[in-house]
């Protein structure tokens, strides 16, 4: 009767452990679908990688995606080009790139200037 119970034991013991994996698989599964129609829906929407935006760069994200498609099927009008222009200002902004670039040079006297603009010469003195 021993064996009888010790392989009794082992099927119970088998049977148990076998349960959880199937548990797991099944789990699995669900989230590979998960995963598979999450990543169809940001390719859907032209989503390269997944990151924190706020909603003012989902916006004008979108708008510019969808002038884009504009422009590739009928062309951009002057409306449609100053809200492009408004909209990839407003991303920039939002994204922080909006510094005041440091204009590079030096200063020139006006009568400096004059010269060069009349051709009396080409260097300031």
Not at 17 to 32: A, C, G, H, T
Not at 39 to 51: K, L, N, P
Not at 103 to 122: P, Q, T, Y
Request: charged letters at 40%.
């Amino acid at each position: 009767m021993s064996k009888k119970k010790d392989l009794q034991d082992v099927e119970k013991l088998s049977e148990d452990l076998k349960n959880p994996f199937e548990k797991y698989q099944e789990e699995i599964d669900e989230l590979r679908r998960e995963n598979y129609t999450l990543r169809s829906t940001m390719e859907q929407y032209g989503i390269d990688e997944v990151s924190i935006i706020s909603d003012i760069e989902y916006i004008c994200i979108r708008t510019i995606q969808d002038l884009r498609k504009l422009a590739d099927t009928v062309g951009l009008n002057e409306q449609d080009t100053k809200i492009l222009d408004t909209v990839h200002r407003n991303l920039r902004r939002a994204r922080g790139d909006w510094e005041k670039k440091e204009l590079k040079g030096k200063d020139v006297a006006v009568e400096d200037l004059l010269r060069i603009v009349e051709g009396n010469g080409s260097k300031a003195k």
